[in-house]
């Protein structure tokens, strides 16, 4: 009798310790940055969760943040598994954080991007030094590779200090050219795709802006996976996404996450986004 009280006393307490504790270490969160609102990019990386999901035996949750701030919090505590973020982001968190790069994006067939300057075809500009004086607003905050470090650099290699032009931003990239669009503003740093996403040409006529300056080519946002991640891991889930596009599902997914494949990267491509960092903010990674 003695016997089976215990067991039902061991039975009661197991009852009452949490599932999630279990549960939530089988949780692979997927991190994406917030280069477009929450709503949409939860919308466009979901498919490719699931399919990761199937792939690799785990629950595979899409997580972004409202701002730039508020998603770099789960970097530095290594919350994400797998993590889609900004050159910029990807270099730093290498260095502070050891998250190793596995794949980057390919866009309208490349997988390299510039930074660019945007401004209204009906503008007087005929090059970035006469942007001085005038309002600039660039997307995402000072930590966008694309559409505030290069297009500062543009600035600063034409003779321009910040001193020179109203500094503003908004939320995204898209969010800059919209702003250039209604005249809020008079030039927007963004990447020299922007014109093209879907999310800026379905609402305004974009015939009516330029690209004013656009600077070298330099490889695309990357996919990092976490220090702790095994390099057998850390091997399929880089095939699993440099493969997508070899088949009808995997090219679906690509479509719905606005891309036209994800490609293998490679850490040293990233050294030229360091040495614009260094020359723009001053920081070393």
């Known amino acids: 009798m003695k016997t089976l009280i215990l067991l039902l006393i061991a039975v009661i307490i197991s009852s009452l310790i949490p599932a999630r504790s279990v549960a939530t270490d089988d949780i692979f969160i997927l991190g994406v940055f917030p280069r477009r609102n929450y709503t949409t ?6 498919p490719l969760a699931s399919y990761l999901s199937r792939k690799i035996g785990r629950k595979v949750v899409v997580e972004t943040a409202p701002d730039f701030k508020t998603f770099w919090a789960g970097v530095t505590s290594s919350r994400y598994d797998l993590v889609h973020l900004n050159q910029y982001q ?4 290498k ?9 980057k994006n390919e866009e309208f067939g490349k997988s390299t991007i510039s930074g660019a300057m945007v401004t209204r075809v009906d503008s007087n500009f005929k090059s970035v030094t006469d942007l001085k004086g005038k309002k600039i607003i660039f997307g995402g905050g000072r930590s966008a590779m694309m559409s505030y470090i290069m297009p500062t ?3 600063r290699r034409a003779g321009l200090e910040k001193k020179d032009y109203t500094e503003k931003f908004s939320n995204n990239p898209p969010n800059a050219a919209l702003a250039v669009f209604f005249k809020q503003a008079d030039a927007g740093g963004t990447g020299n795709i922007v014109l093209q996403l879907p999310v800026v040409n379905k609402q305004i006529d974009t015939k009516t802006l330029k690209y004013l300056a656009v600077g070298k080519p330099m490889a695309h946002l990357p996919w990092a996976v976490k220090k ?4 057998q891991e850390q091997k399929k889930i ?7 596009n070899k088949s009808e599902e995997g090219r679906r997914i690509l479509k719905i996450s606005k891309l036209t494949g994800l490609v293998t990267a490679t850490d040293a491509e990233y050294d030229q986004h360091r040495r614009v960092i260094r020359e723009v903010l001053g920081e070393k990674y």
């Open 228 to 231: 702790s991640t095994k390099l």
């Open 238 to 244: 880089q095939e699993i996404l440099t493969s997508l």
């Open 90 to 93: 990807y270099v730093k968190a």
């Open 41 to 46: 990019t939860i919308k466009m990386f979901t």
């Open 95 to 103: 260095y502070l954080y050891g998250y190793r790069v596995i794949a």
């Open 153 to 155: 650099s543009l600035l």
